[in-house]
């Protein structure tokens, strides 16, 4: 890399310096007027059950006029009325009666206050979201742009990514087995897989870290170990190269003549087995 592509990190780190003050300063102002509001939103409460315990007892000390049922039944009676008709008060004139202006005031007051105090938290943390937000789009540009100059120099090459049908090795548990690719997601880096056993056509979903592509083993030699799959099988299993792959007329895909470990027959004698290049790997680790 040239001195002029790290001028790319070198902006970024700059970009950075005062980023963690500006958030930790957001982070510590939301959490103040947290303690703020949480206070003010007890001493709401307060005022609330102050408020409703006098109506109550305000309605508890109006007259209870009796009824021709027999009942009694509170009443709002003017003290120049005494002998005026009964008359039971309406949900407006009883909320009226109980009604408390000073009290009213300050609950609104503090009503208004806590909205306040709730719509600022939302608006430095929002503000901090975006600085952050801004810096992870920064980055994803600026490594956007240093791909493309790493790449060009040759210093870099794109991740090559699995297609569906694309042919794989496929790891359940201790075993291997060959399945075809039939989509990958990049966002959780997980494949899923279906088995090429024409009889079970399993469908597999597997991390990548338990999945490998096969693109055919470069410059194999003879004597080198690899992982083949058994042929009439889906399974792979530890074999020795015998000869190296070799393309024969009307093949699609060069073969490789391996010798499985433990496959010897009943006289003990090893049949060397001819293997498809695409099926197989090198040794998982």
Same mark, same amino acid.
């Given at each position: 890399?040239?001195?002029?592509?790290?001028?790319?990190?070198?902006?970024?780190?700059?970009?950075?310096?005062?980023?963690?003050?500006? $958030?930790? +300063?957001?982070?510590?102002?939301? /959490?103040? %007027?947290?303690?703020?509001? #949480?206070?003010?939103?007890?001493?709401? =409460? !307060?005022?609330?059950?102050?408020?409703?315990?006098?109506?109550?007892?305000?309605?508890?000390?109006?007259?209870?006029?009796?009824?021709?049922?027999?009942?009694?039944?509170?009443?709002?009676?003017?003290?120049?009325?005494?002998?005026?008709?009964?008359?039971?008060?309406?949900?407006?004139?009883?909320?009226?009666?109980?009604?408390?202006?000073?009290?009213?005031?300050?609950?609104?007051?503090?009503?208004?206050?806590?909205?306040?105090?709730?719509?600022?938290?939302?608006?430095?943390?929002?503000?901090?979201?975006?600085?952050?937000?801004?810096? $992870?789009? +920064?980055?994803?540009?600026?490594? /956007?742009? %240093?791909?493309?100059?790493? #790449?060009?120099?040759?210093?870099?090459? =794109? !991740?090559?990514?699995?297609?569906?049908?694309?042919?794989?090795?496929?790891?359940?548990?201790?075993?291997?087995?060959?399945?075809?690719?039939?989509?990958?997601?990049?966002?959780?880096?997980?494949?899923?897989?279906?088995?090429?056993?024409?009889?079970?056509?399993?469908?597999?979903?597997?991390?990548?870290?338990?999945?490998?592509?096969?693109?055919?083993?470069?410059?194999?030699?003879?004597?080198?170990?690899?992982?083949?799959?058994?042929?009439?099988?889906?399974?792979?299993?530890?074999?020795?190269?015998?000869?190296?792959?070799?393309?024969?007329?009307?093949?699609?895909?060069?073969?490789?003549?391996?010798?499985?470990?433990?496959?010897?027959?009943?006289?003990?004698?090893?049949?060397?087995?001819?293997?498809?290049?695409?099926?197989?790997?090198?040794?998982?680790?």
């Amino acid at each position: 890399m040239s001195s002029g592509d790290e001028t790319y990190l070198e902006s970024f780190v700059e970009s950075l310096t005062t980023l963690p003050y500006q $958030v930790r +300063r957001n982070l510590e102002l939301v /959490q103040d %007027l947290d303690r703020s509001y #949480q206070s003010d939103l007890a001493k709401l =409460q !307060e005022l609330y059950t102050a408020y409703l315990q006098q109506a109550e007892e305000k309605v508890l000390q109006l007259e209870v006029a009796p009824m021709e049922t027999g009942k009694g039944v509170r009443v709002i009676r003017k003290e120049d009325a005494e002998k005026a008709p009964i008359i039971i008060p309406t949900t407006a004139e009883l909320m009226a009666y109980t009604y408390d202006a000073d009290a009213m005031r300050q609950i609104e007051a503090l009503q208004a206050d806590c909205l306040q105090k709730a719509d600022e938290k939302v608006c430095v943390a929002r503000q901090a979201y975006e600085w952050i937000d801004a810096v $992870v789009e +920064r980055l994803d540009d600026d490594l /956007q742009a %240093l791909s493309k100059i790493l #790449q060009a120099q040759g210093e870099f090459q =794109q !991740e090559e990514v699995a297609q569906p049908n694309d042919l794989a090795a496929c790891q359940l548990g201790t075993e291997w087995i060959l399945a075809k690719v039939l989509e990958f997601d990049t966002k959780t880096r997980t494949y899923k897989l279906v088995d090429e056993d024409v009889e079970s056509h399993k469908v597999f979903h597997l991390p990548e870290d338990q999945v490998v592509i096969l693109r055919g083993v470069d410059r194999l030699s003879k004597g080198d170990t690899v992982f083949a799959v058994y042929p009439d099988t889906t399974s792979f299993y530890q074999a020795t190269v015998v000869q190296v792959p070799r393309k024969t007329a009307g093949q699609s895909s060069p073969f490789v003549i391996v010798s499985f470990m433990d496959d010897s027959d009943e006289f003990g004698v090893t049949h060397d087995k001819t293997v498809q290049l695409q099926h197989i790997m090198v040794p998982p680790k």
